[in-house]
């Protein structure tokens, strides 16, 4: 009884050895997603590269103040891809908006800014692209009329916690082939991915690297 006992054991170990995969693979992305490591051209790989840095030091300024990070405020703060230097200039000179929930409008800085970066929304009424933002609870960065060959449009859309809460608690950055996509009437994911919009998934780089290799 032992010895059949154990041959099965070994039988079952060497099964599990041999069947499973070297290196386990990350997700495949979905229909409506893009990988940033091999799915995005230069420009559209640089700016979302900067995006990522940029969106942590976002959500963190709104933790710490309850307000954002105005276009204005980019400039002061040196944060690209916002920030209108060399690396703005070779990567499309992307026009960017920051979208407001409920508000298509830039914050005003008040005065003590540039120590506290403390801001406040422009008195201005709502129009037809802040509507896409009401009730959603998202802050939206968008850029659009890149000039850099086969650059996309992007947003960075930030939601928030649970009503009641203001800390902001995950971005997610999307791209549409075209540059001059219009911003969309609203930026849940089922309607962004109607109008064309794929949300850009990153992968660890070395994982990504290996898969590559293997691919080919």
């Known amino acids: 009884m032992m010895p059949l006992l154990f041959v099965a054991m070994v039988g079952s170990l060497a099964g599990y050895v041999l069947l499973r995969p070297a290196h386990p693979e990350p997700p495949k992305p979905l229909s409506w997603q893009i990988r940033s490591f091999d799915g995005l051209g230069p420009a559209d790989q640089a700016i979302h590269g900067a995006l990522l840095p940029a969106s942590e030091e976002i959500i963190w300024f709104n933790n710490d103040t309850g307000g954002w990070i105005s276009l204005a405020d980019a400039q002061r703060m040196l944060l690209p891809p916002f920030y209108q230097d060399t690396f703005w200039k070779a990567n499309g000179e992307v026009h960017w908006q920051l979208i407001l929930p409920g508000a298509h409008q830039p914050h005003a800085s008040q005065p003590g800014a540039e120590s506290g970066h403390r801001e406040t929304p422009a008195a201005a009424a709502p129009n037809a692209v802040s509507e896409g933002t009401q009730g959603q609870g998202a802050t939206v960065y968008y850029g659009s009329a890149g000039k850099a060959p086969a ?35 609203i930026v849940k994911p089922e309607a962004l991915v109607a109008k064309g919009w794929r949300q850009v998934i990153a992968y660890n780089g070395a994982s990504e690297v290996e898969r590559i290799k293997e691919a080919r």
């Open 151 to 185: 650059q996309s449009a992007y947003l960075l859309v930030i939601g928030h916690a649970h009503a009641g809460v203001m800390w902001a608690n995950q971005a997610t950055i999307w791209i549409h082939p075209d540059a001059m996509a219009p911003y969309p009437e």
